[in-house]
């Protein structure tokens, strides 16, 4: 049984290197929550990993931490659980707010990782030692800068590189990576920002021999991905259109994809994203891993995820010092090759650096 004695939510403010700019806008901090659960003296920690905007999906930092104050906590504090399906469905009864109940679903994995004495990976049934990481590209102020990037990527071995894409900025951007790499394994990504009436130009992307376009309809769409992936030779792969298992299921049975997107935030916890896993398993639809700019604290689940067989397409899990000057763990892992090892060792595999927390802390409160 494990016993939740106390909770703490931490807001932080990490600076962004570069700006982080998409179709819905740009991103210069990191404004999120870190979750702590004790349990008989052992810490479980995790991320909430939502944007401090609504502009992905309609979570968002400060709605997040109150859902997670307000009704999740008061759920959860001073109970008793024998498994994580007991534990969730304590607080089952919020609907949306998908980040906040994935934060403290995980972190009630991390204590019980800590309890069995064993790793993540072992507890989420993995299958490799090893992941394939590729690159995500923000889109940037001129085509030149994105193909100085995507070379820089290539010279750090990167197999696959994903870019994104918006209205305008799409076609010429394509054109011109095609025209320097011909051969790269190239993925583009337009956040929601096309609708059906974008069509021709969605089609015309066709020539650039991508192996998926992601998400390029409106964010809670699944009828018009169908109508364009009717006409659409390149796979188109859904992102936030994907909430759950039953809208993995209402998307494969309309063809309004042939990839899925497995965030495991989105999605809201980490058994669902099992099952979304199973369920394309079984219907030969490939899935894969994609992160929120997590620090290292919140991308160990994913890597423990993308350990699972059906994950045939490499996870977006680049090294977080490369948009952060400093993360919250004292040895976050190297990408050697563009491939991760999923770490095997017991609990976290990562030594938490709580001077770090505090130094970007702005705000945290002590339930108990």
Known sequence: MIKIDRAELIVFDLPI????????????NRNAILVKLY?????GYWECASFHFPLYL?????????VLEKFILPAILWK???SPEEFVASYQFVKWHNFAKTAVECAFWHILAQQKNTSLTSLFWWTRTEIEAWESLWIKSSIQETIDEVQQRIDEWYKRIKVKIKRWRDVSVAEAIRSKFPSISLMLDGNSDYTLEDKETLLSLDRFDLLMLEQPLWYDDIVDHSFLQKDMKTPICLDESILSCSDTRKSLAIWAAKIINI?????????????????????????????MLETWIGRAFNIALASLPNFIYPADMSET???YNEDFVKNPYKIVDWMIDVPQTPWLWYE???VAIAKYTIHSQIYA
């Open 58 to 66: 309609p979570d968002f930092t400060a709605a997040e931490y109150l």
């Open 352 to 354: 938490i650096d709580d």
């Open 39 to 43: 349990s008989n003296g052992v810490v």
């Open 80 to 82: 008793s659980f024998s």
């Open 263 to 291: 965030k495991p935030w989105r999605v809201w916890w980490p058994l669902e994203s099992i099952k979304i896993h199973d369920y394309c398993q079984k219907h030969g639809i490939g899935v894969w891993c994609w992160g």
């Open 321 to 323: 010092l490369l948009f």
């Open 17 to 28: 290197k570069h700006p982080f700019t998409v179709s819905f806008g740009t991103i210069t």
